[in-house]
């Protein structure tokens, strides 16, 4: 018999509608090892799309306080299948990871690769981006995936629209969303793995309301929202996140998808929400974009090649205590592959800290100060 999640909010802040938003909580997830695990939010998943957060270890994840960690159901199922992954003991032991584990359900590649794949009510006939074989996904078959991989949240497998997309197109995406998600349902899973419905809708208020209710009235243990961030425009996509969260349930975790600039993870929890992933802190590290508490770095640029001072004096972690500016332009420069390893540690220590220090400003009731304190000190931003 699956094991519910347990969820408490610690603290929530009311706007001056009376509106519950941002919010400090905690939930249990079953965990695989024989022993629950408790997430703390607002919280920040790093994404390891095949197995691995890029260049860093489990260990040096686990130093950093991340919590959870995403695995990628379209990418495990091509490379290397599945039922391998099971056969080493589920992906928990084959990566290394004892902490939880969240796998996207393969729905965003349905977008993402349009032009590899043919939707249909059904499911999806795609081609590997790989070897350009021919597959097929369906609703079934991604619970199935991510119940051999063993992940401890499972997402259902939707339809993301395109941006821009007209009511018609929003409207018949987020139906079969709905009928997708109730298709899932009915796919057993192991007992210790947690569902996630996800809300569509695009950037449309009634078509956001009418999915989130249809969705919430279906048995799901948390609930996401999808469809934000793939070409809109930051303000349209935190207008549109500030009007959705409180439509979800207040008694149930809320995670915002593939939402990752820092200014956008401030603006979620100010909106009540709870989880959140990118691959942005990782994948701008590797080319030389770094988060800081100032704002952003371009470590390329030539004006470093002589600076002493540590990327962030406000970070503790290994690369601002024990390297310099100008090390760590000169290894870029230089495409060493140590550079992409200190800057990935950096930019996850960055965003899991950005995430502690609001949950904790949360609970103090300092958060509307914190929040004007980070937009202070990032001025210009880029530099």
Not at 156 to 178: G, I, K, L, N, S
Not at 217 to 231: C, E, M, Q, R, T
Not at 237 to 257: E, G, I, N, S, V
Request: aromatic share 10%.
């Amino acid at each position: 018999m699956a094991i519910q999640m347990k969820f408490k909010v610690e603290k929530q802040l009311v706007d001056q509608e009376g509106i519950g938003r941002a919010r400090a909580a905690e939930f249990t997830v079953p965990g695989t090892f024989g022993r629950p695990y408790t997430v703390k939010t607002p919280v920040f998943m790093p994404v390891g799309t095949l197995g691995t957060v890029k260049g860093v270890t489990p260990g040096e994840l686990r130093n950093m306080g991340a919590q959870i960690i995403l695995g990628n159901t379209y990418h495990l199922y091509l490379r290397p299948g599945h039922a391998r992954v099971e056969s080493f003991g589920e992906l928990h032991r084959f990566m290394g990871w004892h902490q939880p584990i969240l796998t996207d359900s393969g729905g965003f590649q349905v977008f993402s690769l349009a032009g590899l794949n043919r939707v249909d009510d059904d499911g999806v006939t795609f081609q590997s981006h790989i070897d350009g074989s021919s597959h097929r996904f369906t609703p079934e078959l991604s619970m199935e995936i991510q119940r051999a991989l063993g992940s401890d949240m499972v997402m259902a497998f939707d339809q993301c629209p395109p941006y821009p997309a007209t009511p018609e197109q929003v409207q018949a995406a987020m139906r079969r969303t709905v009928q997708w998600a109730e298709r899932g349902l009915r796919v057993k899973l192991k007992d210790h793995q947690l569902r996630f419905g996800i809300v569509q809708g695009g950037l449309y208020e009634s078509l956001r309301v009418q999915s989130a209710r249809e969705i919430t009235a279906l048995p799901f243990d948390a609930f996401a929202i999808g469809g934000l961030s793939i070409g809109e425009s930051p303000d349209l996509m935190q207008a549109m996140a500030r009007f959705t969260a409180p439509l979800l349930p207040q008694d149930k975790p809320r995670y915002l998808m593939g939402v990752g600039r820092p200014e956008d993870l401030v603006e979620g929890v100010r909106a009540g929400i709870d989880l959140f992933d990118c691959v942005m802190p990782t994948r701008n590290a590797r080319n030389g974009q770094l988060f800081t508490s100032q704002g952003k770095v371009n470590i390329k640029n030539a004006r470093y090649a002589d600076s002493k001072e540590p990327l962030d004096p406000e970070c503790s972690c290994e690369t601002c205590t024990q390297y310099t500016r100008g090390y760590l332009r000169h290894l870029f420069v230089c495409r060493e592959l140590l550079s992409a390893r200190l800057n990935t540690i950096h930019n996850l220590t960055y965003y899991i800290r950005l995430m502690t220090e609001m949950r904790e400003a949360i609970l103090s009731e300092r958060f509307e100060e914190w929040v004007e304190s980070f937009y202070r000190k990032r001025g210009n931003d880029v530099r």
